[in-house]
């Protein structure tokens, strides 16, 4: 048994030590919300944050997970800055990547109290969207910032 701290809640599960957390998250718990990619570090679409920070869940052995603070987007409050700036910018397409890339800002705002562009860009990079919403991305990261009076 493994114990595992996800969204504030504990879970045991009973499962391979070396099986990706991203199907323990998706196919033992249900929380489908972090998606499948490309399975290899390459597309971010899978992005969790683990004790913060964020990490790609389909590259990662659960057992490295164990008694770490796991956060999922469903973790998120629905009222999280984040998803509020995403909606009023409407962000997504088909909805794919979304999950990562909101991990992911919720991780820059959390490491970097005013990032500029470049900073942006470079923490935004690596999370892939074949419906091209970067430019919507953007600007919903610089609503958020300015939202709290770091824009
Ligand atoms: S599915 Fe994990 S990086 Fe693509
Ligand atoms: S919204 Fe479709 S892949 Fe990003």
Redesign the pocket.
Known sequence: MISLEINGKGYEVDVNSEVPILWVIREHLQLTGTKYGCGVGLCG?CTILIDGRAQRSCQIPVHETAGRRITTVEGLPADHLVKRAWIEEQ????????PG?IMQAVALLSEDSSPDEEKILAAMDGI??????YPRIKRAIRRALKEVGRG
Request: aromatic share 6%; net charge positive; hydrophobic share 10%.
């Open positions: 679409s962000v997504p397409q088909c909805g794919y990547c979304q890339q892939l969207c074949r419906c091209g919403t």
